[in-house]
């Protein structure tokens, strides 16, 4: 596959695809596709927007769930096996405060709690979250930029028929089986995109949804972030009718949607012109809009093979289709 323009005729092969990338990520699905991206683009090409919806406080520290997730993987310190949290973790902290009573419902790492701790205390002091992450991503290595979607939180409400729920309620401690109703996004209105984001995504080429929750990790961003003016591709989170890990599937249906790649594709629908859905979805590929480009291909991520040959894929499509 090459680029073609008016004044020669082939630009680049396609071992060369460069291109400004802004992704914007929610925790675990976004993570593993950043990190493909991280993996080819140069470190300066790209840019990762993360959703602080889920943000929360606990044990009077700041917690950033998805924001760790995506810091932790691209820094190559997070745990395999989950996907979130640190590799070679252990739990001394929290037993501890278990056995003298505290909550355990969110389990801390006692390396994981370094990071919170750290955070809290900047932030106390008045720094910035953008500001912090940036200084915590350089500490760890990690070149490409990492932006919190805003300095000023957003709070995630899962509107369900057990009530309204704080994220992290609804996620980790009732495991998501509260009936969702729909959900609200406090302080969304007050919101400024982080310090670089407008930027970012005035000089991408191309913006790039990653395989995140659309109701609770995506959405929130697009909130804050308002317009996008570039060409925007999003990647199914759904697999033939399921999620690899979390309740994306079980909110469409509830929320009154049959779950599918197309349900996807529909959520987008005004927003995107690509969509990269999964082999096992080859047969919705005619359903979704007449509008938008299509790329069928392998989208589970098992691996970092898996992960970068996602990101090449779609940067090949990005290069030939918008
Ligand atoms: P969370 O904030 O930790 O829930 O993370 P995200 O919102 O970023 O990711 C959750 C979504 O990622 C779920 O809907 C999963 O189906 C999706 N996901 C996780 N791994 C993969 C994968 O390997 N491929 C695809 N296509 N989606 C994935």
Redesign the pocket.
């Known amino acids: 596959m090459a680029q073609i323009n008016s004044e020669s005729t082939v630009l680049r092969p396609s071992s060369t695809v460069h291109r400004r990338i802004v992704a914007l ?8 596709f950043a990190h493909g991206l991280a993996q080819i683009l140069p470190p300066e090409d790209l840019t990762v927007i993360v ?1 602080t919806g ?1 943000d929360f406080e606990h044990y009077g520290l700041y917690i950033c ?2 924001l760790d ?1 995506v810091c932790y993987t691209l820094a190559g310190l997070a745990n395999p096996e989950t996907g ?1 949290g640190r590799v070679d973790e252990t739990w001394n902290v929290i037993e501890n405060a278990s056995k003298l009573g505290g909550p355990d419902w969110f389990r801390l790492g006692d390396r994981d709690l370094g990071t919170h701790l750290e955070r809290t205390r900047r932030l106390k002091e008045g720094q910035t979250l953008s500001q912090i992450t940036k200084d915590f991503c350089k500490a760890w290595g990690v070149e490409q930029t990492i932006l919190p979607m805003s300095d000023q939180p957003v709070r995630t409400i899962v509107e369900t028929e057990a009530g309204d729920l704080a994220f992290q309620e609804y996620f980790v401690h009732r495991r998501c089986e509260p009936r969702v109703k729909g959900f609200r996004f406090e302080g969304v209105d007050l919101a400024e995109p982080a310090p670089g984001a407008r930027e970012a995504l005035q000089a991408a080429d191309a913006v790039i949804l ?4 659309p109701w609770v ?1 995506i959405d929130p961003i697009l909130r804050v972030i308002k317009k996008v003016k570039k060409p925007v591709v999003a ?5 033939g009718g399921q ?4 309740p ?1 599937a079980k909110m469409f249906r509830e929320l009154g949607f049959k779950p599918s790649a197309l349900a996807v594709a529909n959520h987008y629908c005004d927003l995107i012109s690509g969509f990269v859905l ?1 082999k096992i979805d080859e047969q919705l590929k005619g359903d979704i809009g007449i509008n938008m480009s299509t790329m069928v291909t392998n ?3 098992k691996d970092l093979n898996d992960r970068s040959r996602l990101a090449q894929d779609v940067l090949h499509f990005i290069e030939a289709e918008l």
């Open positions: 990520a929610g925790g675990v699905g976004g993570a593993k959703n889920d769930p998805d997730t979130w990653c395989p995140s929750n990790s990647i199914s989170p759904i697999l999620t690899v890990k979390g994306a999964d989208t589970l991520m």
